[in-house]
Protein backbone atom coordinates (compact mmCIF):
# COMPACT_ATOMS: atom_id res chain seq x y z
CA UNK A 1 0.00 0.00 0.00
CA UNK A 2 3.35 2.31 0.33
CA UNK A 3 2.68 3.57 -3.32
CA UNK A 4 -1.08 4.32 -2.93
CA UNK A 5 -0.60 6.77 0.04
CA UNK A 6 0.02 9.17 -2.99
CA UNK A 7 -3.82 9.22 -2.88
CA UNK A 8 -4.34 10.36 0.92
CA UNK A 9 -4.00 14.08 -0.17
CA UNK A 10 -6.92 13.61 -2.21
CA UNK A 11 -8.81 11.49 -0.02
CA UNK A 12 -8.18 14.45 2.86
CA UNK A 13 -9.75 16.94 0.15
CA UNK A 14 -12.64 14.83 0.09
CA UNK A 15 -13.08 13.96 3.55
CA UNK A 16 -16.43 15.12 3.99
CA UNK A 17 -18.00 13.45 0.97
CA UNK A 18 -16.30 10.49 1.99
CA UNK A 19 -17.13 10.32 5.20
CA UNK A 20 -20.81 10.96 4.32
CA UNK A 21 -20.26 8.12 1.79
CA UNK A 22 -19.18 5.81 4.42
CA UNK A 23 -21.88 6.74 6.91
CA UNK A 24 -25.10 5.99 4.18
CA UNK A 25 -23.83 3.06 3.29
CA UNK A 26 -23.77 1.72 6.74
CA UNK A 27 -27.54 3.25 7.10
CA UNK A 28 -28.10 1.36 3.78
CA UNK A 29 -26.76 -2.08 4.88
CA UNK A 30 -28.38 -1.96 8.12
CA UNK A 31 -31.76 -1.35 6.69
CA UNK A 32 -31.62 -4.37 4.53
CA UNK A 33 -31.01 -6.15 7.36
CA UNK A 34 -34.26 -6.05 8.41
CA UNK A 35 -36.01 -8.05 5.54
CA UNK A 36 -34.93 -12.02 6.44
CA UNK A 37 -36.05 -11.41 10.08
CA UNK A 38 -39.37 -10.03 9.10
CA UNK A 39 -40.08 -13.18 6.05
CA UNK A 40 -39.40 -15.13 9.13
CA UNK A 41 -41.57 -13.51 11.24
CA UNK A 42 -44.65 -13.76 8.45
CA UNK A 43 -43.76 -17.61 7.63
CA UNK A 44 -44.09 -17.91 11.69
CA UNK A 45 -47.07 -16.58 11.61
CA UNK A 46 -48.83 -18.30 9.04
CA UNK A 47 -47.42 -21.30 10.84
CA UNK A 48 -49.40 -20.65 13.91
CA UNK A 49 -52.33 -19.83 11.35
CA UNK A 50 -52.10 -23.01 10.22
CA UNK A 51 -51.49 -24.50 13.94
CA UNK A 52 -54.96 -22.38 15.19
CA UNK A 53 -52.09 -21.02 17.88
CA UNK A 54 -53.56 -17.82 15.85
CA UNK A 55 -56.93 -16.34 14.81
CA UNK A 56 -57.03 -15.50 10.98
CA UNK A 57 -57.61 -11.63 11.86
CA UNK A 58 -54.50 -11.20 13.51
CA UNK A 59 -52.62 -13.33 11.25
CA UNK A 60 -53.91 -11.11 8.57
CA UNK A 61 -53.29 -7.98 10.52
CA UNK A 62 -49.97 -8.82 11.27
CA UNK A 63 -49.29 -10.19 7.98
CA UNK A 64 -49.76 -7.03 6.68
CA UNK A 65 -48.03 -5.02 8.90
CA UNK A 66 -45.02 -7.00 8.26
CA UNK A 67 -45.31 -6.87 4.54
CA UNK A 68 -45.11 -3.19 4.94
CA UNK A 69 -42.52 -2.86 6.98
CA UNK A 70 -40.47 -5.60 4.48
CA UNK A 71 -41.39 -2.80 1.67
CA UNK A 72 -40.63 0.22 3.63
CA UNK A 73 -36.91 -1.09 5.12
CA UNK A 74 -35.98 -2.53 1.52
CA UNK A 75 -37.31 0.75 -0.64
CA UNK A 76 -35.15 2.79 2.36
CA UNK A 77 -32.28 0.63 1.82
CA UNK A 78 -32.37 1.11 -1.92
CA UNK A 79 -32.68 4.79 -1.94
CA UNK A 80 -29.73 4.93 0.50
CA UNK A 81 -28.09 2.17 -1.55
CA UNK A 82 -28.42 4.93 -4.50
CA UNK A 83 -27.31 7.71 -2.58
CA UNK A 84 -24.04 5.30 -1.23
CA UNK A 85 -23.27 5.20 -5.30
CA UNK A 86 -23.87 9.15 -6.05
CA UNK A 87 -21.35 10.10 -2.52
CA UNK A 88 -18.55 7.58 -2.99
CA UNK A 89 -18.20 6.63 -6.65
CA UNK A 90 -18.29 10.36 -7.44
CA UNK A 91 -15.65 11.06 -5.10
CA UNK A 92 -13.85 8.28 -7.26
CA UNK A 93 -14.68 10.34 -10.14
CA UNK A 94 -13.67 13.78 -8.79
CA UNK A 95 -10.18 12.04 -7.58
CA UNK A 96 -9.50 10.55 -11.09
CA UNK A 97 -10.29 14.22 -12.78
CA UNK A 98 -7.61 15.19 -9.62
CA UNK A 99 -5.19 12.82 -10.46
CA UNK A 100 -5.52 13.11 -14.42
CA UNK A 101 -4.86 16.48 -14.21
CA UNK A 102 -1.91 16.05 -12.02
CA UNK A 103 -0.17 13.67 -14.10
CA UNK A 104 -0.77 15.79 -17.08
CA UNK A 105 0.84 19.22 -15.53
CA UNK A 106 3.58 16.92 -14.64
CA UNK A 107 4.12 15.63 -17.95
CA UNK A 108 3.98 19.26 -19.39
CA UNK A 109 6.78 20.17 -17.27
CA UNK A 110 9.40 17.74 -18.11
CA UNK A 111 12.01 18.09 -21.01
CA UNK A 112 12.01 17.02 -24.29
CA UNK A 113 14.68 14.11 -22.82
CA UNK A 114 11.68 12.49 -20.59
CA UNK A 115 9.51 12.39 -23.89
CA UNK A 116 12.59 10.61 -26.65
CA UNK A 117 12.95 8.32 -23.68
CA UNK A 118 9.38 7.37 -22.97
CA UNK A 119 7.46 6.34 -25.46
CA UNK A 120 3.80 8.06 -26.48
CA UNK A 121 1.67 4.99 -25.77
CA UNK A 122 3.20 4.85 -22.46
CA UNK A 123 2.50 8.04 -21.75
CA UNK A 124 -1.12 7.84 -22.86
CA UNK A 125 -1.38 4.28 -20.81
CA UNK A 126 -0.34 5.86 -17.72
CA UNK A 127 -2.59 8.92 -17.61
CA UNK A 128 -5.83 6.71 -18.58
CA UNK A 129 -5.79 2.88 -17.81
CA UNK A 130 -3.45 3.23 -14.52
CA UNK A 131 -5.42 6.19 -13.24
CA UNK A 132 -8.68 4.15 -14.29
CA UNK A 133 -7.11 1.32 -12.07
CA UNK A 134 -6.47 3.31 -9.31
CA UNK A 135 -10.09 4.94 -9.26
CA UNK A 136 -11.28 1.57 -8.76
CA UNK A 137 -9.39 1.51 -5.89
CA UNK A 138 -10.29 4.98 -4.61
CA UNK A 139 -14.27 4.13 -5.22
CA UNK A 140 -15.57 0.61 -6.00
CA UNK A 141 -13.13 -0.76 -3.39
CA UNK A 142 -13.93 1.30 -0.45
CA UNK A 143 -17.23 1.64 -1.01
CA UNK A 144 -17.81 -2.33 -1.36
CA UNK A 145 -15.30 -2.95 1.39
CA UNK A 146 -16.98 -0.90 3.93
CA UNK A 147 -20.46 -2.46 2.76
CA UNK A 148 -19.16 -5.86 3.27
CA UNK A 149 -17.25 -5.15 6.80
CA UNK A 150 -20.74 -3.61 7.72
CA UNK A 151 -22.74 -6.80 6.77
CA UNK A 152 -20.10 -9.04 8.29
CA UNK A 153 -19.92 -6.56 11.51
CA UNK A 154 -23.50 -6.81 11.81
CA UNK A 155 -24.57 -10.09 10.58
CA UNK A 156 -22.55 -12.90 11.81
CA UNK A 157 -22.73 -12.14 15.21
CA UNK A 158 -26.67 -11.80 14.55
CA UNK A 159 -26.92 -15.46 12.90
CA UNK A 160 -24.87 -16.80 15.50
CA UNK A 161 -27.52 -15.18 18.13
CA UNK A 162 -30.33 -16.54 16.57
CA UNK A 163 -29.73 -20.12 15.32
CA UNK A 164 -25.24 -20.84 16.23
CA UNK A 165 -25.25 -23.67 14.29
CA UNK A 166 -27.05 -23.21 11.71
CA UNK A 167 -24.70 -19.85 11.66
CA UNK A 168 -21.64 -21.78 11.79
CA UNK A 169 -22.42 -24.25 8.56
CA UNK A 170 -23.51 -21.64 6.69
CA UNK A 171 -20.29 -19.67 7.20
CA UNK A 172 -17.93 -22.16 6.47
CA UNK A 173 -17.73 -22.28 2.85
CA UNK A 174 -16.98 -18.37 2.86
CA UNK A 175 -13.48 -18.35 3.46
CA UNK A 176 -12.77 -20.73 0.11
CA UNK A 177 -15.23 -18.68 -1.78
CA UNK A 178 -13.10 -15.81 -0.68
CA UNK A 179 -9.78 -17.41 -1.94
CA UNK A 180 -11.32 -18.86 -5.04
CA UNK A 181 -12.57 -15.97 -6.20
CA UNK A 182 -9.35 -14.19 -5.30
CA UNK A 183 -7.12 -16.81 -7.13
CA UNK A 184 -9.28 -16.25 -10.28
CA UNK A 185 -9.20 -12.47 -10.10
CA UNK A 186 -5.45 -12.97 -10.45
CA UNK A 187 -5.91 -15.04 -12.87
CA UNK A 188 -7.99 -12.60 -14.81
CA UNK A 189 -5.93 -9.83 -14.44
CA UNK A 190 -2.47 -11.16 -15.37
CA UNK A 191 -4.68 -12.72 -18.50
CA UNK A 192 -6.57 -9.46 -18.93
CA UNK A 193 -3.10 -7.30 -18.64
CA UNK A 194 -1.70 -9.64 -21.96
CA UNK A 195 -4.74 -8.71 -23.47
CA UNK A 196 -4.22 -5.26 -22.71
CA UNK A 197 -0.68 -5.24 -24.01
CA UNK A 198 -1.72 -7.05 -27.11
CA UNK A 199 -4.39 -4.33 -27.84
CA UNK A 200 -1.62 -1.23 -27.22
CA UNK A 201 -0.01 -3.26 -29.53
CA UNK A 202 -2.16 -3.58 -31.99
CA UNK A 203 -3.52 -0.16 -32.47
CA UNK A 204 0.10 1.16 -32.59
CA UNK A 205 0.02 -0.83 -35.26
CA UNK A 206 -2.61 -0.35 -37.00
CA UNK A 207 -2.23 3.68 -36.16
CA UNK A 208 1.12 3.92 -37.89
CA UNK A 209 0.03 2.07 -41.04
CA UNK A 210 -2.66 4.67 -41.36
CA UNK A 211 -0.55 7.64 -40.39
CA UNK A 212 1.91 5.95 -43.61
CA UNK A 213 -0.36 4.40 -45.66
CA UNK A 214 1.43 6.68 -48.63
CA UNK A 215 4.42 4.93 -47.95
CA UNK A 216 2.59 1.51 -47.84
CA UNK A 217 0.89 2.08 -50.87
CA UNK A 218 3.84 3.73 -52.93
CA UNK A 219 5.89 0.63 -51.94
CA UNK A 220 3.21 -1.68 -52.82
CA UNK A 221 3.69 -2.99 -48.87
CA UNK A 222 -0.41 -4.05 -48.87
CA UNK A 223 0.07 -7.01 -48.63
CA UNK A 224 2.79 -7.76 -45.74
CA UNK A 225 0.62 -5.02 -43.95
CA UNK A 226 -2.00 -7.54 -44.00
CA UNK A 227 0.00 -10.30 -43.13
CA UNK A 228 1.59 -8.70 -40.53
CA UNK A 229 -1.74 -7.53 -38.67
CA UNK A 230 -3.37 -10.89 -39.32
CA UNK A 231 -1.01 -12.46 -37.56
CA UNK A 232 -1.23 -9.58 -34.23
CA UNK A 233 -5.25 -10.90 -34.61
CA UNK A 234 -4.91 -13.80 -34.22
CA UNK A 235 -2.24 -13.52 -31.49
CA UNK A 236 -5.09 -11.71 -29.98
CA UNK A 237 -7.68 -13.75 -30.56
CA UNK A 238 -5.91 -16.32 -28.34
CA UNK A 239 -4.97 -14.09 -25.79
CA UNK A 240 -8.63 -12.94 -25.46
CA UNK A 241 -10.09 -16.79 -25.64
CA UNK A 242 -7.40 -17.54 -22.87
CA UNK A 243 -9.44 -14.63 -20.71
CA UNK A 244 -12.78 -15.81 -21.60
CA UNK A 245 -11.82 -19.19 -20.43
CA UNK A 246 -11.09 -18.06 -17.04
CA UNK A 247 -13.78 -15.63 -16.92
CA UNK A 248 -16.63 -18.16 -17.64
CA UNK A 249 -15.27 -19.28 -14.40
CA UNK A 250 -16.55 -17.21 -12.22
CA UNK A 251 -20.03 -16.88 -11.87
CA UNK A 252 -20.50 -21.02 -12.02
CA UNK A 253 -17.95 -20.71 -9.00
CA UNK A 254 -19.98 -18.50 -7.42
CA UNK A 255 -23.71 -20.29 -7.88
CA UNK A 256 -21.92 -23.38 -6.64
CA UNK A 257 -20.91 -22.01 -3.34
CA UNK A 258 -24.38 -20.02 -2.99
CA UNK A 259 -25.65 -23.77 -3.43
CA UNK A 260 -23.66 -25.61 -1.05
CA UNK A 261 -24.14 -22.43 1.52
CA UNK A 262 -27.94 -23.03 0.75
CA UNK A 263 -28.37 -27.08 0.82
CA UNK A 264 -26.36 -26.67 4.05
CA UNK A 265 -28.54 -24.19 5.97
CA UNK A 266 -31.96 -26.36 4.49
CA UNK A 267 -30.34 -29.90 5.34
CA UNK A 268 -29.17 -28.76 8.97
CA UNK A 269 -32.48 -25.92 9.74
CA UNK A 270 -34.36 -28.72 8.55
CA UNK A 271 -32.45 -31.55 10.82
CA UNK A 272 -32.68 -28.82 13.22
CA UNK A 273 -36.56 -28.15 13.02
CA UNK A 274 -37.54 -31.95 13.36
CA UNK A 275 -35.50 -32.90 16.25
CA UNK A 276 -37.36 -29.40 17.78
CA UNK A 277 -34.23 -27.26 18.43
CA UNK A 278 -35.49 -24.95 16.14
CA UNK A 279 -38.99 -22.65 16.78
CA UNK A 280 -40.00 -22.31 12.81
CA UNK A 281 -39.25 -23.46 9.73
CA UNK A 282 -39.28 -19.56 9.26
CA UNK A 283 -35.63 -18.97 10.84
CA UNK A 284 -34.88 -21.50 7.74
CA UNK A 285 -35.95 -18.96 5.27
CA UNK A 286 -34.10 -16.35 7.05
CA UNK A 287 -30.77 -18.07 7.05
CA UNK A 288 -31.42 -18.71 3.45
CA UNK A 289 -31.76 -14.87 2.62
CA UNK A 290 -28.97 -14.67 4.58
CA UNK A 291 -26.55 -16.68 2.59
CA UNK A 292 -27.83 -14.58 -0.52
CA UNK A 293 -26.62 -11.44 1.15
CA UNK A 294 -23.38 -12.36 2.30
CA UNK A 295 -22.14 -14.13 -0.97
CA UNK A 296 -21.26 -11.03 -2.85
CA UNK A 297 -19.67 -9.16 -0.46
CA UNK A 298 -17.66 -12.50 0.51
CA UNK A 299 -16.94 -12.73 -2.97
CA UNK A 300 -15.86 -9.07 -2.90
CA UNK A 301 -13.01 -9.98 -0.26
CA UNK A 302 -11.22 -11.89 -2.89
CA UNK A 303 -11.86 -9.40 -5.78
CA UNK A 304 -10.85 -6.06 -3.88
CA UNK A 305 -8.05 -7.75 -3.05
CA UNK A 306 -7.08 -8.19 -6.10
CA UNK A 307 -8.00 -4.30 -6.99
CA UNK A 308 -5.76 -2.84 -4.65
CA UNK A 309 -2.71 -5.30 -5.94
CA UNK A 310 -3.67 -3.86 -9.47
CA UNK A 311 -4.26 0.16 -8.37
CA UNK A 312 -1.15 -0.53 -5.96
CA UNK A 313 0.90 -1.86 -9.24
CA UNK A 314 -0.63 1.10 -11.34
CA UNK A 315 -0.05 3.87 -8.93
CA UNK A 316 3.73 2.57 -8.80
CA UNK A 317 3.31 3.07 -12.59
CA UNK A 318 2.39 6.78 -12.26
CA UNK A 319 4.47 7.78 -9.54
CA UNK A 320 7.51 6.25 -11.10
CA UNK A 321 6.37 9.10 -14.11
CA UNK A 322 5.36 11.71 -10.72
CA UNK A 323 8.64 11.96 -9.29
CA UNK A 324 10.80 12.90 -12.40
CA UNK A 325 12.13 16.06 -12.34
CA UNK A 326 12.01 18.16 -15.09
CA UNK A 327 15.88 18.95 -15.43
CA UNK A 328 15.20 22.57 -17.05
CA UNK A 329 14.20 24.35 -14.10
CA UNK A 330 12.98 28.00 -13.92
CA UNK A 331 15.36 29.76 -10.86
CA UNK A 332 14.30 32.95 -11.13
CA UNK A 333 10.63 33.40 -9.86
CA UNK A 334 10.44 37.48 -11.15
CA UNK A 335 9.76 38.21 -14.98
CA UNK A 336 12.90 39.48 -16.45
CA UNK A 337 12.62 41.50 -20.03
CA UNK A 338 14.99 39.99 -22.60
CA UNK A 339 16.36 42.69 -25.62
CA UNK A 340 17.81 39.78 -27.77
CA UNK A 341 22.02 39.59 -28.05
CA UNK A 342 22.96 36.09 -27.94
CA UNK A 343 26.51 34.94 -27.00
CA UNK A 344 27.55 31.41 -27.17
CA UNK A 345 30.62 30.71 -24.95
CA UNK A 346 32.71 27.83 -25.75
CA UNK A 347 29.84 26.18 -25.46
CA UNK A 348 29.47 22.07 -25.80
CA UNK A 349 26.54 19.94 -25.87
CA UNK A 350 26.13 16.29 -26.03
CA UNK A 351 22.96 14.44 -26.18
CA UNK A 352 22.18 12.32 -23.18
CA UNK A 353 20.76 9.81 -25.20
CA UNK A 354 22.76 9.38 -27.91
CA UNK A 355 26.04 10.44 -26.75
CA UNK A 356 25.95 12.36 -29.72
CA UNK A 357 28.61 15.80 -29.10
CA UNK A 358 26.40 17.92 -31.40
CA UNK A 359 28.21 21.20 -30.33
CA UNK A 360 32.01 21.37 -29.72
CA UNK A 361 33.32 23.98 -27.99
CA UNK A 362 32.04 26.65 -30.19
CA UNK A 363 31.96 30.64 -29.73
CA UNK A 364 30.05 33.57 -31.60
CA UNK A 365 28.38 36.64 -30.60
CA UNK A 366 24.84 37.78 -32.16
CA UNK A 367 24.09 41.18 -31.42
CA UNK A 368 20.65 42.69 -30.55
CA UNK A 369 18.69 43.22 -33.57
CA UNK A 370 21.02 41.39 -35.97
CA UNK A 371 20.67 38.54 -38.54
CA UNK A 372 22.45 35.50 -38.45
CA UNK A 373 22.00 32.86 -40.85
CA UNK A 374 23.53 29.33 -39.76
CA UNK A 375 24.44 26.98 -42.56
CA UNK A 376 25.91 23.22 -42.96
CA UNK A 377 26.01 20.00 -43.45
CA UNK A 378 23.14 17.50 -42.19
CA UNK A 379 23.40 16.87 -38.72
CA UNK A 380 26.73 19.75 -37.70
CA UNK A 381 24.42 20.87 -34.95
CA UNK A 382 22.53 23.65 -36.63
CA UNK A 383 19.23 22.92 -34.85
CA UNK A 384 20.79 21.84 -31.25
CA UNK A 385 22.17 26.15 -31.41
CA UNK A 386 18.47 27.10 -31.37
CA UNK A 387 17.04 24.45 -29.06
CA UNK A 388 19.69 25.58 -26.23
CA UNK A 389 19.06 29.30 -26.93
CA UNK A 390 15.29 28.34 -25.73
CA UNK A 391 16.89 26.59 -23.30
CA UNK A 392 15.15 23.50 -24.12
CA UNK A 393 18.56 21.81 -23.14
CA UNK A 394 21.23 23.45 -20.98
CA UNK A 395 24.62 22.92 -22.43
CA UNK A 396 27.24 20.38 -21.46
CA UNK A 397 29.95 23.00 -20.82
CA UNK A 398 30.86 26.08 -21.35
CA UNK A 399 28.35 29.52 -21.19
CA UNK A 400 25.08 31.06 -23.00
CA UNK A 401 24.85 34.64 -22.42
CA UNK A 402 21.62 36.44 -23.02
CA UNK A 403 22.05 40.02 -22.96
CA UNK A 404 25.29 39.46 -21.33
CA UNK A 405 23.65 37.53 -18.54
CA UNK A 406 23.84 33.86 -18.04
CA UNK A 407 20.91 31.97 -20.03
CA UNK A 408 19.68 30.53 -16.52
CA UNK A 409 19.41 33.56 -14.37
CA UNK A 410 16.63 34.52 -16.91
CA UNK A 411 12.79 33.50 -16.15
CA UNK A 412 11.97 30.46 -18.53
CA UNK A 413 8.71 31.69 -19.07
CA UNK A 414 10.42 35.29 -19.78
CA UNK A 415 12.84 34.05 -21.99
CA UNK A 416 10.14 31.38 -23.95
CA UNK A 417 7.92 34.27 -24.49
CA UNK A 418 10.75 36.25 -26.48
CA UNK A 419 11.14 33.68 -28.99
CA UNK A 420 9.47 33.17 -31.91
CA UNK A 421 10.44 29.67 -32.97
CA UNK A 422 9.73 28.12 -36.00
CA UNK A 423 10.83 24.43 -36.24
CA UNK A 424 12.04 22.08 -39.04
CA UNK A 425 8.72 19.98 -38.66
CA UNK A 426 5.96 22.41 -38.56
CA UNK A 427 3.19 20.88 -36.14
CA UNK A 428 -0.27 22.14 -36.88
CA UNK A 429 -3.07 21.30 -34.65
CA UNK A 430 -6.40 19.88 -35.99
CA UNK A 431 -7.84 22.80 -35.54
CA UNK A 432 -8.84 25.87 -38.13
CA UNK A 433 -6.11 27.78 -39.31
CA UNK A 434 -6.72 30.59 -37.51
CA UNK A 435 -6.51 29.15 -34.48
CA UNK A 436 -3.50 27.49 -35.41
CA UNK A 437 -1.92 31.00 -36.50
CA UNK A 438 -3.77 32.83 -33.08
CA UNK A 439 -1.48 30.04 -30.98
CA UNK A 440 1.07 32.40 -31.33
CA UNK A 441 -1.02 35.47 -29.56
CA UNK A 442 -3.98 34.43 -28.06
CA UNK A 443 -5.87 37.57 -28.13
CA UNK A 444 -5.17 38.32 -31.72
CA UNK A 445 -7.21 40.28 -34.07
CA UNK A 446 -8.56 38.49 -37.37
CA UNK A 447 -6.72 42.21 -38.84
CA UNK A 448 -3.63 41.08 -37.49
CA UNK A 449 -3.90 37.68 -38.26
CA UNK A 450 -4.36 38.32 -42.35
CA UNK A 451 -1.39 40.80 -41.98
CA UNK A 452 0.63 37.99 -40.76
CA UNK A 453 -0.28 35.58 -43.69
CA UNK A 454 0.29 38.54 -45.98
CA UNK A 455 3.56 38.40 -44.67
CA UNK A 456 4.31 34.90 -44.37
CA UNK A 457 2.80 34.68 -48.43
CA UNK A 458 0.37 32.17 -47.59
CA UNK A 459 -2.91 34.40 -47.13
CA UNK A 460 -3.11 34.05 -50.91
CA UNK A 461 -3.56 30.29 -50.09
CA UNK A 462 -5.84 30.11 -47.77
CA UNK A 463 -8.46 32.36 -49.00
CA UNK A 464 -8.54 30.34 -52.06
CA UNK A 465 -9.69 27.39 -49.17
CA UNK A 466 -13.37 27.55 -49.50
CA UNK A 467 -13.85 28.24 -46.14
CA UNK A 468 -10.79 30.11 -45.92
CA UNK A 469 -9.75 31.14 -42.43
CA UNK A 470 -11.87 28.39 -40.74
CA UNK A 471 -10.25 25.43 -42.70
CA UNK A 472 -9.30 22.91 -40.50
CA UNK A 473 -6.69 21.19 -40.86
CA UNK A 474 -6.38 17.06 -40.36
CA UNK A 475 -4.02 14.85 -38.92
CA UNK A 476 -0.81 17.19 -38.77
CA UNK A 477 -1.66 19.44 -40.96
CA UNK A 478 -2.53 17.04 -44.02
CA UNK A 479 -4.62 19.15 -45.90
CA UNK A 480 -1.75 21.74 -46.31
CA UNK A 481 1.77 20.82 -48.81
CA UNK A 482 4.38 20.78 -46.66
CA UNK A 483 5.60 24.93 -47.79
CA UNK A 484 1.71 26.15 -47.00
CA UNK A 485 2.42 24.25 -43.32
CA UNK A 486 5.52 26.01 -43.16
CA UNK A 487 4.07 29.47 -43.64
CA UNK A 488 1.45 29.18 -41.27
CA UNK A 489 3.83 28.37 -39.07
CA UNK A 490 5.76 31.52 -39.53
CA UNK A 491 2.60 33.26 -39.46
CA UNK A 492 2.38 31.95 -35.79
CA UNK A 493 6.12 33.09 -34.67
CA UNK A 494 5.71 36.58 -36.64
CA UNK A 495 2.25 36.71 -34.45
CA UNK A 496 3.83 36.67 -31.52
CA UNK A 497 6.04 39.63 -32.90
CA UNK A 498 9.03 38.45 -30.43
CA UNK A 499 12.30 39.42 -29.29
CA UNK A 500 13.89 36.94 -30.91
CA UNK A 501 13.43 35.06 -34.56
CA UNK A 502 14.04 31.19 -34.36
CA UNK A 503 14.18 29.46 -37.85
CA UNK A 504 15.29 26.15 -38.45
CA UNK A 505 15.06 25.29 -42.28
CA UNK A 506 11.45 26.38 -42.75
CA UNK A 507 11.93 27.37 -45.76
CA UNK A 508 13.13 24.28 -47.75
CA UNK A 509 9.75 23.43 -48.64
CA UNK A 510 8.83 26.74 -50.87
CA UNK A 511 10.26 27.56 -54.31
CA UNK A 512 13.25 30.27 -54.43
CA UNK A 513 10.50 33.36 -55.21
CA UNK A 514 8.15 32.92 -52.55
CA UNK A 515 11.42 32.80 -50.34
CA UNK A 516 12.59 36.02 -51.42
CA UNK A 517 9.94 37.34 -50.80
CA UNK A 518 9.12 36.35 -47.73
CA UNK A 519 12.43 36.66 -46.55
CA UNK A 520 11.78 40.29 -47.60
CA UNK A 521 9.20 40.24 -45.86
CA UNK A 522 10.32 38.93 -42.62
CA UNK A 523 13.25 41.71 -42.49
CA UNK A 524 10.70 44.39 -42.30
CA UNK A 525 8.38 42.38 -39.64
CA UNK A 526 11.87 41.78 -37.60
CA UNK A 527 13.69 44.74 -37.89
CA UNK A 528 15.42 45.46 -34.57
CA UNK A 529 14.71 41.91 -33.90
CA UNK A 530 17.36 39.02 -33.36
CA UNK A 531 16.82 36.28 -36.05
CA UNK A 532 18.61 33.22 -36.30
CA UNK A 533 17.86 31.44 -39.77
CA UNK A 534 19.05 28.19 -40.18
CA UNK A 535 19.24 26.55 -44.00
CA UNK A 536 20.83 24.69 -46.71
CA UNK A 537 20.31 27.58 -48.99
CA UNK A 538 22.69 30.51 -49.46
CA UNK A 539 19.56 32.28 -50.56
CA UNK A 540 18.06 32.26 -47.38
CA UNK A 541 22.00 33.13 -46.02
CA UNK A 542 23.00 35.55 -48.20
CA UNK A 543 21.87 38.77 -46.66
CA UNK A 544 22.50 37.87 -43.16
CA UNK A 545 24.63 40.35 -41.21
CA UNK A 546 26.36 37.22 -40.43
CA UNK A 547 27.08 33.74 -42.13
CA UNK A 548 28.26 31.24 -39.55
CA UNK A 549 29.54 27.70 -41.07
CA UNK A 550 28.87 24.40 -39.14
CA UNK A 551 30.63 21.11 -39.57
CA UNK A 552 30.61 18.65 -36.98
CA UNK A 553 29.58 20.69 -34.17
CA UNK A 554 32.44 22.95 -34.99
CA UNK A 555 31.99 26.07 -36.77
CA UNK A 556 34.13 26.60 -39.86
CA UNK A 557 34.11 29.88 -40.85
CA UNK A 558 32.52 32.94 -40.05
CA UNK A 559 31.62 36.14 -42.14
CA UNK A 560 29.40 37.84 -44.47
CA UNK A 561 28.41 36.29 -47.61
CA UNK A 562 31.02 38.74 -49.44
CA UNK A 563 33.54 38.11 -47.20
CA UNK A 564 33.09 34.29 -47.16
CA UNK A 565 33.02 34.86 -51.28
CA UNK A 566 36.03 35.78 -50.99
CA UNK A 567 37.92 32.77 -49.69
CA UNK A 568 37.94 29.35 -50.85
CA UNK A 569 35.69 27.01 -48.36
CA UNK A 570 32.49 25.40 -47.46
CA UNK A 571 30.27 28.44 -48.60
CA UNK A 572 31.78 29.85 -51.76
CA UNK A 573 31.42 25.85 -53.02
CA UNK A 574 27.96 25.85 -51.93
CA UNK A 575 27.18 29.04 -53.62
CA UNK A 576 28.63 28.62 -56.72
CA UNK A 577 27.21 25.05 -56.73
CA UNK A 578 23.66 26.88 -55.69
CA UNK A 579 24.06 29.28 -58.50
CA UNK A 580 25.07 26.88 -61.02
CA UNK A 581 21.65 24.24 -60.06
CA UNK A 582 19.59 27.73 -60.47
CA UNK A 583 21.29 28.42 -64.23
CA UNK A 584 20.74 24.94 -65.34
N1 LIG B 1 17.10 14.97 -29.62
C1 LIG B 1 18.25 14.40 -29.93
N2 LIG B 1 18.72 13.38 -29.20
C2 LIG B 1 19.87 12.80 -29.51
N3 LIG B 1 20.67 13.15 -30.53
C3 LIG B 1 20.27 14.17 -31.31
C4 LIG B 1 19.03 14.84 -31.05
N4 LIG B 1 18.87 15.80 -31.96
C5 LIG B 1 19.95 15.74 -32.75
N5 LIG B 1 20.78 14.78 -32.37
C6 LIG B 1 22.08 14.46 -33.00
O1 LIG B 1 22.91 15.61 -32.86
C7 LIG B 1 23.59 15.90 -34.07
C8 LIG B 1 23.27 17.32 -34.51
O2 LIG B 1 21.90 17.37 -34.85
P1 LIG B 1 21.16 18.70 -35.34
O3 LIG B 1 19.72 18.37 -35.48
O4 LIG B 1 21.54 19.82 -34.47
O5 LIG B 1 21.80 18.87 -36.79
P2 LIG B 1 21.37 19.84 -37.96
O6 LIG B 1 22.62 20.48 -38.43
O7 LIG B 1 20.26 20.72 -37.55
O8 LIG B 1 20.88 18.78 -39.02
P3 LIG B 1 19.79 18.97 -40.21
O9 LIG B 1 20.34 19.94 -41.17
O10 LIG B 1 19.69 17.59 -40.79
O11 LIG B 1 18.56 19.43 -39.53
C9 LIG B 1 23.17 14.84 -35.04
O12 LIG B 1 24.19 13.88 -35.12
C10 LIG B 1 21.91 14.23 -34.46
O13 LIG B 1 21.87 12.86 -34.75
Redesign the pocket.
Known sequence: MKELKHLNKYFKKYWLKLLIGILITIVARIFSLVMPSYVNKSITIAEKYLSGEETETVARQLLTEYILIIIGTTLLAALFTFLMRQTIINVSRYIEYDLKNEVFDHYQFLN?NFY?RNRTGDLMNRISEDVTQVRLYGGPAVMYGINALTLFACLIPLMFIKAPTIALYTVVPFPLLSFLIYKISKIIHRKSTKVQEFLSNLSTFTQESFSGISVIKAYGLEGVTNKELKGLALEGKQKSVDLAKVNAWFFPLMVLLIGISNILVIYIGGKQYIDGEIASIGIIAEFILYVNMLTWPVAIVGWLTSIVQRAEASQKRINEFLQEQPQIKNEVSQHTPVNGKIEFKNVTFT?E??H?T?LDNISFIVEQGQTVAII??????????LDLIARLYDVTSGEILIDGKPIKTLNLKSLREAIGAVP?DAFLFSESIEDNIRFGKNEATKEEIVAVAKAAVVHENIVGFSKKYDTVLGERGITLSGGQKQRVSIARALLKDPQIYLF??CLSAVDTETEEEILNNLKKASNQKTTLI?S?RVSSAKNADKIIV?EN?KILQEGTHDDLNTVNGYYKELYLNQLSEKEN
Open positions: LKYDTIAGKTGSGKSTIQDDVHLG
